[in-house]
C-alpha cells in the first residue's frame, strides 16, 4: 500500500472529517462569542464601572531595551479572554446538557442482565446464608 493511499484511506475515515467539521464550526462558534463578549457584555460592564474599555486596560512596565517602545502588560485584554472561555464553556455546559435530555433511556426497555460473575456471587452469596 502506497504512502498516498494510506493517507488517503486515513483522511476519509468518518472521524476524522467529523472532527475536522467541530473544528471549523468550532472556530466560528468562538468568534461569536468573542463579539458577543467584546461587543455586547464587556461595553455595559465598562460603562457600570466607570467609562473603562477593558481590552485598552494595562500596565506600564517601562520602556523596552530600544529606549523608544514602551512595555505594556495588557490585563484588561488577558480579562476579556478569561470572560470569552467562561461564556463559551458555560454555552457548551449548557448545550451538552439539553442533549442529554434529549437521549434519556426508553422506559420501556427492560434493564439488561447483571455478568455472569455478579450472577455467581449471588448464588454464593444464598447458598451461605441458607447454611
Known amino acids: 500500500m502506497s504512502f498516498a493511499s494510506e493517507f488517503k484511506e486515513f483522511a476519509?475515515?468518518?472521524n476524522v472529517i467529523d472532527?475536522?467539521?467541530?473544528?471549523?464550526?468550532g472556530i466560528a462558534f468562538g468568534k461569536i462569542v468573542?463579539?458577543?463578549v467584546d461587543d455586547v457584555v464587556?461595553?455595559?460592564l465598562?460603562?457600570?464601572i466607570g467609562g473603562v474599555n477593558f481590552s485598552d486596560l494595562g500596565t506600564s512596565l517601562g520602556l523596552a531595551a530600544d529606549g523608544q517602545t514602551e512595555v505594556i502588560l495588557k490585563w484588561g485584554a488577558f480579562l476579556q479572554t478569561i470572560s470569552d472561555f467562561l461564556i463559551i464553556a458555560l454555552v457548551i455546559f449548557m448545550a451538552i446538557k439539553a442533549l442529554?435530555?434529549?437521549k434519556k433511556p426508553?422506559?420501556?426497555?427492560?434493564p439488561p442482565p447483571p455478568p455472569a460473575s455478579e450472577v455467581l456471587l449471588t448464588e454464593i452469596r444464598d447458598l451461605l446464608k441458607a447454611k
Open 42 to 44: 464587556m461595553p455595559p
Open 12 to 14: 476519509m475515515k468518518g
Open 19 to 25: 472532527l475536522a467539521v467541530g473544528v471549523v464550526i
Open 106 to 110: 426508553d422506559p420501556a426497555a427492560p
Open 100 to 102: 442529554n435530555k434529549l
Open 34 to 36: 468573542s463579539s458577543f
Open 46 to 48: 465598562g460603562k457600570l
